[in-house]
């Protein structure tokens, strides 16, 4: 008998806006799309599979984590999902310091920051240079069915979706060939992740070294990895190590950072700085309102 472990009245989140947003590529979405209510996805993470569904509940969401209990969910998708942060905190934040996200954050109310596992974050960021969102996610699964941990046959975790393997952890990554990585349709950065795996595996690049930095201190160090600039070192302090301080600053960002608030060209740098300041220690998760808010406005565009 399936042992699921079912969360009922969740508020402030959405499975399909946090997986959805750009954060994370190793899921699919699996239900039929036939009840606009209900979501069902299969995720690899954390080293382990996992079929979620969400659907409305009587004061939120219901959260159906299937064969999974209670153990599993304590350790590992409590953290993953940030189910413990007070979100409605957060959001009230954000919104007396920039009034005008306001509505889009009534519009988008379920966004959760996630924990990732490092190792994935930092390969997956340094894979998603250029590159769109399937084109990501099309090249972590091939990654992970190059050399990484493969799903079982008996594994009943995964309904629909054709996930075949786990990401692969440092050593399994650094044990196979620049050729082999392009052939999973990396293109030029195939030696910048051969590198990130190599220094990782090796533990020249440490977690838990860089968890005992400065934010400052470990985006420096993350930036020692070839192919890593302060864009893709953000992302990993902010979605893998808790640094939600961290704000990335892609082409898109600049331009809507700049037409909000700088009203002029302003460097990569300054925006940071000035985001940091204005949002505080939820610099990273004011982001993510920031971009939706440009996309809806057609900033930059």
């Known amino acids: 008998m399936n042992n699921d472990y079912i969360l009922e009245d969740i508020k402030d989140f ?13 899921f699919s979405r699996v239900d ?43 350790h590992i998708w409590k953290k993953y999902f940030d189910l413990e942060r007070d979100y409605g905190d957060v959001k009230r934040r954000i919104v007396k310091a920039d009034p005008r996200l306001a509505s889009i954050i009534s519009e988008n109310p379920g966004i959760r920051i996630l924990n990732q596992e490092f190792f994935e974050c930092l390969i997956s ?14 090249v972590v699964r091939n990654i992970s069915t190059l050399c990484g941990d493969k799903r079982g046959a008996d594994s009943i975790r995964f309904f629909n979706s054709d996930f075949d393997a786990l990401f692969p952890r440092p050593e399994q990554l650094a044990s196979v060939t620049e050729d082999d990585i392009r052939g999973c349709k990396a293109g030029f950065r195939a030696p910048y992740i051969l590198d990130a795996a190599t220094k990782v595996a090796s533990g020249e690049l440490s977690e838990k070294e860089l968890r005992r930095l400065s934010t400052d201190e470990a985006r420096e160090k993350l930036m020692s990895v070839k192919g890593v600039g302060e864009k893709v070192a953000n992302c990993v302090l902010l979605y893998s190590l808790g640094r939600t301080d961290a704000f990335p600053v892609d082409v898109w960002m600049k331009r809507i950072c ?26 990273g998760i004011a982001q993510q309102y920031l971009f939706i808010f440009g996309k809806d406005k057609k900033i930059g565009v």
């Open 14 to 26: 959405s499975l399909k806006e946090t997986l959805e947003c750009g954060q994370c590529f190793h």
């Open 32 to 74: 039929n799309g036939e009840n606009p209510n209900k979501y069902e996805y299969d995720i690899a993470a954390c080293g382990r599979f996992l079929h979620i569904s969400e659907e409305p509940s009587a004061n939120g969401i219901k959260l159906t984590f299937f064969d999974t209990d209670n153990w599993e969910y304590e």
């Open 125 to 138: 960021f340094i894979i998603s240079q250029n590159k769109q969102i399937p084109q990501i996610k099309q």
């Open 258 to 283: 700049e037409e909000l608030y700088f009203h002029t060209d302003t460097p990569k740098a300054v925006i940071e700085e000035k985001m940091c300041e204005k949002f505080g220690d939820i610099a």
